[in-house]
């Protein structure tokens, strides 16, 4: 929880005057920083992230739900555009009161020169996981706590073994588990009596990469994500995603398609049968799971980190002077090349012009941007309407 802004830190903002200030968090830091644009009439443009309030259930303080959503809604309302990853996210934040308009498309990209499927080391993933040829990778790679449903990972790990011992004709498995956190120490112990359980730890860069190709199902029970980068990363590596029935991991996997989403499913461990037999399903059913493993890469394609930012550019251009949340930017400020594209006024002019980049319909794309407001539609009732397209520069433009 960073501390607000202090006397030096505001000296340097008011000597660079800034048309927009981007804010990441709705911390101390974040609020004050909020505060300094409408003091000076910059506009503020607040990154949207994380859904705290989802968190209290997981350390069983569920009475904070409610005053957390005030929090944030307090935080949010704050900010003269909101920027969120998804569709999903963007409903969430309409679920406790933050106005439609507001909102612009910051969506997420991949590396896909770094996370592809011909990562896969098969020395690495004998060294490291000690996995033979035959051996089916079960893979989590995220923070260690609780909230990404780590409960539920465990459980399922500790059933899915249970199982193996009756099931003759369930395939070998591994699982290994990448990451750091505060409850690295309970995963250890809670499934330290498997001898099929490998616990790495942090993994970053090249490792980190390596460590999602030589996986062969990808499994997180998370309830809770506003942009799983993961998940992402993950389908770009080849791996088909298990994971649960919540907006967001729907708008990136597609079901029985580049993965399987599970169903009544409880946020807190309980019964673990339906991940279990997700999970079955793709050991048993290789070609199942490769044909997964292809429409997985297939439809992350056209996240490219390129699309991320200018989708971001088109964000901050609803700070434009004419726009609601517009205040203090002048007109002539507009062709500065660090703020805005070269050729928005172009782009404004041809406003009603469809620019079909041809995503297909089960493209990662064209699912996780479509129906997301960007530089361009006003609002997400309007962005909801079946005649949008996505358009090649990552916004929405209407139809006539």
């Given at each position: 929880m960073a501390a607000p802004l202090q006397a030096r830190q505001r000296a340097v903002l008011e000597a660079y005057n800034p048309h927009v200030v981007h804010v990441a968090a709705p911390d101390m830091l974040g609020h004050s920083a909020v505060r300094w644009a409408r003091e000076v009439g910059a506009c503020s443009v607040c990154s949207y992230h994380t859904a705290f309030d989802t968190y209290m259930q997981y350390y069983r303080v569920r009475l904070l739900t409610?005053?957390?959503?005030?929090?944030?809604?307090?935080?949010?309302?704050?900010?003269?555009?909101?920027?969120?990853?998804?569709?999903?996210?963007?409903?969430?934040?309409?679920?406790?009161?933050?106005?439609?308009?507001?909102?612009?498309?910051?969506?997420?990209?991949?590396?896909?020169?770094?996370?592809?499927?011909?990562?896969?080391?098969?020395?690495?993933?004998?060294?490291?996981?000690?996995?033979?040829?035959?051996?089916?990778?079960?893979?989590?790679?995220?923070?260690?706590?609780?909230?990404?449903?780590?409960?539920?990972?465990?459980?399922?790990?500790?059933?899915?073994?249970?199982?193996?011992?009756?099931?003759?004709?369930?395939?070998?498995?591994?699982?290994?588990?990448?990451?750091?956190?505060?409850?690295?120490?309970?995963?250890?112990?809670?499934?330290?009596?498997?001898?099929?359980?490998?616990?790495?730890?942090?993994?970053?860069?090249?490792?980190?990469?390596?460590?999602?190709?030589?996986?062969?199902?990808?499994?997180?029970?998370?309830?809770?994500?506003?942009?799983?980068?993961?998940?992402?990363?993950?389908?770009?590596?080849?791996?088909?995603?298990?994971?649960?029935?919540?907006?967001?991991?729907?708008a990136i996997v597609q079901d029985e398609v580049s993965g399987i989403i599970v169903k009544n499913t409880a946020p807190l461990p309980g019964d673990v049968t339906n991940y279990v037999n997700a999970i079955r399903r793709l050991m048993k059913d290789r070609e199942l799971a490769k044909r997964m493993s292809a429409a997985a890469v297939a439809s992350t394609s056209g996240l490219t980190w390129k699309r991320t930012f200018e989708s971001l550019l088109h964000a901050y251009d609803r700070c434009r002077p004419g726009l609601p949340y517009a205040r203090h930017i002048p007109r002539e400020s507009l062709d500065q090349p660090k703020l805005f594209p070269p050729n928005v006024e172009a782009m404004e002019k041809r406003r009603d012009v469809i620019v079909d980049d041809g995503a297909p319909e089960n493209s990662l794309l064209y699912r996780i941007s479509r129906g997301i407001t960007g530089g361009y539609v006003r609002s997400l009732d309007e962005a909801k309407r079946d005649d949008d397209t996505i358009a090649s520069h990552g916004v929405f433009e209407r139809k006539r």
């Open positions: 409610h005053p957390i959503q005030h929090l944030l809604k307090d935080f949010y309302s704050m900010c003269d555009v909101v920027a969120v990853p998804t569709y999903a996210a963007a409903n969430h934040l309409r679920s406790i009161g933050i106005p439609g308009e507001k909102m612009g498309f910051f969506p997420r990209g991949v590396n896909q020169t770094l996370y592809n499927p011909s990562m896969r080391d098969d020395e690495y993933r004998r060294d490291v996981f000690g996995a033979s040829s035959d051996d089916i990778v079960i893979l989590w790679v995220a923070r260690i706590v609780r909230e990404k449903g780590l409960g539920s990972f465990v459980k399922t790990i500790q059933s899915l073994n249970k199982v193996a011992q009756r099931e003759a004709d369930l395939p070998k498995f591994r699982v290994v588990v990448a990451g750091d956190g505060p409850d690295l120490a309970w995963v250890r112990s809670s499934l330290k009596q498997f001898e099929n359980v490998v616990i790495l730890g942090h993994k970053g860069g090249t490792n980190l990469a390596k460590t999602y190709a030589a996986g062969d199902i990808f499994f997180f029970p998370s309830k809770t994500e506003v942009i799983p980068n993961n998940l992402i990363e993950a389908m770009a590596s080849g791996l088909p995603v298990i994971t649960d029935d919540v907006g967001v991991n729907r």
